[in-house]
């Protein structure tokens, strides 16, 4: 491979390149699409992955959220259409017979799945949010920001306390957030009742359960305010990583079926939402993304690859005399193949660099417009320079296994014919 290095081989190249820009241009326009486009596509499934992630960090994805319904088959001579109830006593029942389940977080609220919400005031101020009866190891499946106090504790939840974690929206409704106005230790009246404000979250628009018009109190306030006892409105249940999440689903069901004495085959008595399976799909979406923009990506450039040997074809049919005219004057097949070769692969890298730069200035244009927004699920769009790196290689070397027809043509060209031909 001395041709490498020679000068009147680069010259050569440049000259032959010149000598037909417009071909050459539009050639490299297959290639360099292709990896354009495959660093675009890629980059942009990623920005999707990680705006997924950041909208659903500090929220337990692997979780199902249960409650109580009706029940629609008779069984053991209780008839059907009985309303169910959840009870405390299942958070030591359910964790008990399912080693898979890592922890559990009830919840009741006002304001959810339907229900109607709670009148809040301050000040002459009225307005209706959700009111949630809560634990502290609530946060642990939807992590708020706090954007002033702390979130409900232990002394809060064994003292039936007062105290309320309130939206940024509420919080702004009750008081100046253009002062930054500090609310903790102020009262808000819920149902009548006086709360001290410990908390204000915020929450992200994307992801997650809860929202800014949203309030938390201690469960056991919630439990004497409504006269509700141990009964329970959900089950937030986050189960190990390793578990699987369908099974856990069922036996939960299971159990709470034989110990409230419903029909194993009743479906409706208690009702459930999959959060990990829903999430599962989403993940399986992106990776399907993903891989789908390898495959357009690598049949784009396939194509640009291919199109570069037909150029080179005529390329070389239009140099026919002056390839003869080098093989009499002592030029080995060698050295023709070799430089076919090297412009094939010169066209090729040229056209996939310029692609790849294309690409990443499209990505640092989309990441500076998409950075501080939290609407649409997208962030931090970075690619995998592996993978554009072997997709690189891969295009040089499919440069260099289509270039091998242009090149085997110039060397079958017989010098006497070559120096006949006009």
Same mark, same amino acid.
């Given at each position: 491979?001395?041709?490498?290095?020679?000068?009147?081989?680069?010259?050569?190249?440049?000259?032959?390149?010149?000598?037909?820009?417009?071909r050459t241009f539009l050639t490299m326009i297959g290639v360099g699409w292709g990896m354009f486009l495959f660093v675009a596509l890629l980059g942009a499934a990623k920005g999707l992955e990680?705006?997924?992630?950041?909208?659903?960090?500090?929220?337990?994805?692997n979780s199902i959220f249960l409650w109580a319904q009706n029940t629609t088959i008779p069984y053991n001579g209780f008839p059907k259409g009985r309303k169910m109830d959840l009870h405390l006593s299942d958070l030591e029942l359910l964790p008990r017979k399912i080693s898979q389940i890592d922890y559990i977080s009830p919840q009741s609220s006002r304001g959810k799945f339907g229900s109607p919400g709670e009148s809040f005031s301050r000040n002459g101020k009225n307005a209706t949010y959700t009111l949630t009866g809560d634990f502290p190891i609530g946060n642990k499946i939807s992590e708020k920001k706090l954007i002033f106090g702390r979130y409900i504790n232990d002394a809060d939840i064994n003292g039936n306390k007062n105290v309320i974690v309130i939206g940024e929206e509420i919080y702004k409704n009750f008081f100046d957030a253009k002062k930054n106005e500090d609310p903790i230790g102020k009262s808000i009246t819920v149902?009548?009742?006086?709360?001290?404000?410990?908390?204000?979250?915020?929450? =992200?628009?994307? %992801? %997650?359960?809860?929202?800014?018009?949203?309030?938390?109190?201690?469960?056991?306030?919630?439990? =004497?305010?409504?006269?509700?006892?141990?009964?329970? %409105?959900f089950f937030a249940i986050v189960s190990k990583p390793d578990a699987d999440l369908n099974v856990v689903e069922d036996e939960v069901k299971s159990e709470l079926k034989a110990k409230y004495n419903v029909s194993p085959d009743d479906t409706n008595a208690f009702g459930s939402f999959n959060l990990g399976k829903e999430f599962g799909k989403l993940t399986g979406f992106l990776t399907g993304m993903q891989i789908l923009t390898i495959v357009v990506g690598t049949l784009t450039i396939l194509a640009g690859v291919i199109a570069i040997s037909n150029i080179l074809l005529i390329t070389v049919k239009e140099r026919t005399k002056e390839i003869g005219i080098r093989r009499a004057l002592g030029a080995k097949p060698a050295e023709v193949r070799n430089q076919i070769l090297l412009e094939s692969v010169v066209i090729t890298l040229t056209s996939g660099i310029l692609g790849f730069i294309f690409g990443i200035f499209l990505l640092m244009i989309v990441d500076m417009f998409t950075r501080n927004q939290d609407t649409f699920p997208f962030y931090n769009p970075t690619i995998n320079y592996g993978q554009v790196f072997g997709a690189m290689a891969i295009m040089v070397i499919l440069g260099l296994i289509i270039g091998m027809i242009p090149a085997q043509r110039a060397v079958r060209i017989r010098p006497i014919e070559a120096l006949r031909s006009e």
């Open positions: 491979m001395k041709i490498i290095f020679k000068i009147d081989t680069w010259q050569e190249i440049y000259h032959s390149l010149r000598n037909n820009k417009l990680n705006g997924f992630d950041k909208a659903f960090s500090g929220f337990a994805t149902k009548g009742i006086f709360f001290n404000v410990i908390g204000v979250f915020r929450v =992200k628009k994307t %992801g %997650g359960p809860d929202n800014d018009q949203a309030a938390f109190i201690p469960f056991t306030t919630y439990s =004497k305010m409504y006269n509700e006892g141990d009964k329970v %409105g």
